[in-house]
Structure formats: structure tokens, C-alpha cells
């Protein structure tokens, strides 16, 4: 009963979220313009667009002021998915699309041809393309530690597969896969589908939450790069666990869609998670995505069409920012409850925490900010063009910053 309460839950929280108009308009734009032509950028920012017939990354220079301005598109060679009965959210996952900056290396998931694309980083370019196969079905989540990579495939048989980094972009890695004892639709239902895949800071742990099950799971990584043959499963404390993060201690703080909570963890050499602060719930809708900026956490709502602030002691105790759970809202805010709002989902910072990129899917657009000195968030640019917005259930989801 307890998984079908939070699923229950997350349902009517994300059905209320749904009603969504296919020509929604775009979020308030800032009237700044963008920066001289003759200003360096400073950084790039990434948009996976997630196409069902034509995946791509699109690519934007990022300057001072926290403005972005086109640099290209570079399609994956793959097709984007989107899973059933999703409102907001095609991948319904964390990580789909990520940055490893020790190998320069840009990975992305192409759900819909079970799939995974890697490109290598020159400069304001994305070279070397190099697709392999997922070793399962809808990949929608990706992990890197060291030279080892790990796919989480949410469809069909659940499981992780691991990937070895060459100088020709993925590898297998054999005898990798390891299942998840969930079983989809090749395509998934978006409430059963397994949300993140990470490894823990120091590479020896990889930890996959199942929000079906409310479970994390966490398997023990050999010197080899392959996992144990079971995880230890943890009972999440909140339902629905979703995505995750860690702090500059290794301190785990973990999404709880059902009721918009964030519980911090220790994590044990064994694998087993114990409770630091439980649930700390902001009064938002379908809290489901968390990301580091700083000494600051953030989370977006989309049902509420808002982000809230998390900040973490040294102790790993959390504690919540804000107004009424709000920093920030997302596309201006909702204007009434009928108004599905912008779709704030995947998020990322710069590494120097000073500047974090929201990735609207309802409202098509990327909103940069600027983190204050104690955590407030300043918007400093809204991009609209070049980037779709969702409809019938396509939308574009993952993002990287540097």
C-alpha cells in the first residue's frame, strides 16, 4: 500500500501540472540583448533536444552576464523518447545528458533507439561523434567515474550497463549488466520507470532509484569497473525517490517527488543509507530534479512552476531556503492555478557556482541565474529560440553547463 500511495500522489500532482496548451508562450524575456560580438565567452551551455525523429545537442556560448547565444547543433545520430502518459517529463529522469570534463568528453541518451552518443569538447565544437548500443531498452540517465561509465536502460528488463572511456568514445564493458528487478514496457510507464543512475564521490558505490519501488539501490564497484552481482536496497524514507545528489562531504540528499521532500543520507562502506534529516518538504508540487551550485542546492517544482533552496550544514543536515519554499519562480511563475506554469526540469551550474541554468520544457526556454552570496537567485537571461517546446508528450530534457 505504501508504493501505491506515493504513486497515487504523484500521479495527481502531475496530472494537475498537465494542462498544458501545445502554443504555450514562451518565459519572460530579459530586454537586455546579447553581448558584443567581440566579447570572448566565457563557458558553453548544452541543451539535449530530445527530437523523437532526430535527436541533437544544442550548443550555446555562455559570457560574463550569464547571457547565451548559439553555437550549433550537433545531432546524436539516435531519436529522442518519450514515455507514456508523461505530462512534463519525456526521459522522467536525472543525467540524461552529461559533461566529463577530465576527458572533455559530452554523453547523451537516445531513448527512442536504445542508445548512447559520446562527442568530444574542441573549444565552442562537438567532434568525434561515436554511438553504441545501450545494452538495454530506453536509456535515460548516465553516470561517470574515472574512465567507467554507467547507463541506466528504464525500459523493458530494467538494468545499469557499464561503458569503459577509449580514445573512440564508449566501450563495453563486459559482463557489466546487472538488473534491477523492474519490469517495464520497452517504452515505460513515467511512474515506473527507474529515475538516476550516479556513483558516489569516490567512485566505489553506484547508487539507482527506483521510484515504483521506493527503493535505493546502491551496488558495491570492483577495481574492474563491474558491480556486484546484487545491490544492497535501501527503503527510501519519503515516497517516490527520484534524483540525487552529493555534498562537498559525501553527504547524499535524495528527491522525494510525492510530497516535494529532501532527505540527506550518509552513505556506508556497506552500502546502507542512514537518515541525517528527514523529509524536509517545501509545499511545492513534484519536487523532482537537485543540483549543487556552490554551497547551495537547488530543486524545481513544475508542478508549481518554482525552485526552492536547499542549504546543507557540515553535518549534512538540510535545511530550507526561501519563502514559503519558493526562491525563485520558474517562466515568471503560474498566473493562476489553471495555468500549468513553465515546466521547470533538469538543471545545471557553472563549476564556480555563480551562475544556474533551468531547463523549461513546458515554456521551451532556458533560464539562467546568477547564485547570490546567500543563495538567492537573480534571473539574468531567458533563451527561447532554437530550443522546442513539448507537446503530445516530446519535449526536450537534459542540460550541462560549464
Known amino acids: 500500500m505504501r508504493r501505491r500511495t506515493g504513486i497515487t500522489i504523484l500521479i495527481a500532482l502531475v496530472t494537475a501540472a498537465a494542462a498544458v496548451s501545445t502554443g504555450l508562450a514562451s518565459a519572460h524575456e530579459r530586454p537586455s540583448g546579447p553581448p558584443p560580438l567581440d566579447v570572448r565567452a566565457e563557458g558553453m551551455v548544452l541543451v539535449q533536444s530530445n527530437d523523437l525523429a532526430r535527436n541533437a545537442i544544442l550548443a550555446f556560448r555562455r559570457y560574463a552576464d550569464g547571457s547565451l547565444r548559439a553555437?550549433?547543433?550537433?545531432?546524436?545520430?539516435?531519436?529522442?523518447?518519450?514515455?507514456?502518459?508523461?505530462?512534463?517529463?519525456?526521459?522522467?529522469?536525472?543525467?540524461?545528458?552529461?559533461?566529463?570534463?577530465?576527458?572533455?568528453?559530452?554523453?547523451?541518451?537516445?531513448?527512442?533507439?536504445?542508445?548512447v552518443t559520446s562527442f568530444r569538447v574542441r573549444g565552442d565544437r562537438l567532434t568525434d561523434r561515436r554511438t553504441v548500443g545501450s545494452g538495454g531498452d530506453f536509456p535515460t540517465s548516465i553516470a561517470v567515474s574515472g574512465n567507467t561509465v554507467y547507463v541506466l536502460n528504464a525500459g523493458g528488463r530494467t538494468n545499469v550497463t557499464g561503458f569503459r572511456i577509449g580514445s573512440d568514445g564508449l566501450r563495453p564493458l563486459s559482463r557489466s549488466t546487472r538488473e534491477l528487478g523492474v519490469t517495464n514496457d520497452k517504452v515505460p510507464l513515467f511512474t515506473d520507470s527507474p529515475p538516476q543512475v550516479g556513483f558516489s564521490p569516490d567512485g566505489r558505490q553506484l547508487l539507482v532509484t527506483t521510484k515504483s519501488a521506493d527503493t535505493i539501490e546502491v551496488f558495491p564497484v570492483g577495481r574492474s569497473?563491474?558491480?556486484?552481482?546484487?545491490?544492497?536496497?535501501?527503503?527510501?524514507l519519503g515516497d517516490v525517490p527520484f534524483s540525487f545528489t552529493f555534498d562537498r562531504r559525501g553527504?547524499?540528499?535524495?528527491?522525494?517527488?510525492?510530497?516535494?521532500?529532501?532527505?540527506?543520507?550518509?552513505?556506508?562502506?556497506?552500502?546502507?543509507?542512514r537518515v541525517i534529516t528527514g523529509s524536509v518538504e517545501s509545499g511545492q508540487q513534484v519536487l523532482c530534479w537537485i543540483t549543487r551550485a556552490g554551497r547551495f542546492f537547488y530543486g524545481t517544482n513544475p508542478g508549481s512552476s518554482?525552485?526552492?533552496?536547499?542549504?546543507?550544514?557540515?553535518?549534512?543536515?538540510?535545511?530550507?531556503?526561501?519563502?514559503?519554499?519558493?526562491?525563485a519562480p520558474a517562466g515568471g511563475g503560474k498566473a493562476s492555478d489553471d495555468d500549468p506554469g513553465a515546466g521547470p526540469i533538469d538543471m545545471a551550474a557553472t563549476a564556480d557556482g555563480k551562475l544556474l541554468y533551468?531547463?523549461?520544457?513546458?515554456?521551451?526556454?532556458?533560464?539562467?541565474?546568477?547564485?547570490?552570496?546567500?543563495?538567492?537567485?537573480?534571473?539574468?537571461?531567458?533563451?527561447?529560440?532554437?530550443?522546442?517546446?513539448?507537446?503530445?508528450?516530446?519535449?526536450?530534457?537534459?542540460?550541462?553547463?560549464?
Open 251 to 273: 553527504h547524499l540528499l535524495m528527491t522525494e517527488a510525492a510530497k516535494s521532500g529532501v532527505t540527506s543520507y550518509r552513505l556506508g562502506r556497506d552500502g546502507k543509507l
Open 225 to 236: 569497473g563491474r558491480l556486484a552481482a546484487k545491490p544492497v536496497v535501501n527503503r527510501s
Open 71 to 115: 553555437a550549433g547543433e550537433f545531432p546524436t545520430g539516435g531519436r529522442g523518447g518519450a514515455q507514456k502518459d508523461n505530462p512534463f517529463d519525456p526521459l522522467a529522469s536525472q543525467d540524461s545528458l552529461v559533461f566529463d570534463r577530465a576527458h572533455q568528453l559530452v554523453i547523451a541518451v537516445n531513448a527512442g533507439s536504445n542508445s
Open 358 to 402: 533551468v531547463q523549461n520544457t513546458l515554456a521551451g526556454s532556458v533560464e539562467g541565474f546568477r547564485v547570490g552570496p546567500d543563495g538567492s537567485l537573480t534571473l539574468v537571461t531567458t533563451l527561447t529560440k532554437g530550443l522546442p517546446v513539448f507537446a503530445g508528450g516530446s519535449g526536450m530534457e537534459g542540460i550541462v553547463a560549464w
Open 306 to 327: 518554482t525552485l526552492s533552496l536547499y542549504k546543507v550544514d557540515d553535518r549534512g543536515r538540510v535545511s530550507l531556503g526561501g519563502t514559503g519554499g519558493v526562491i
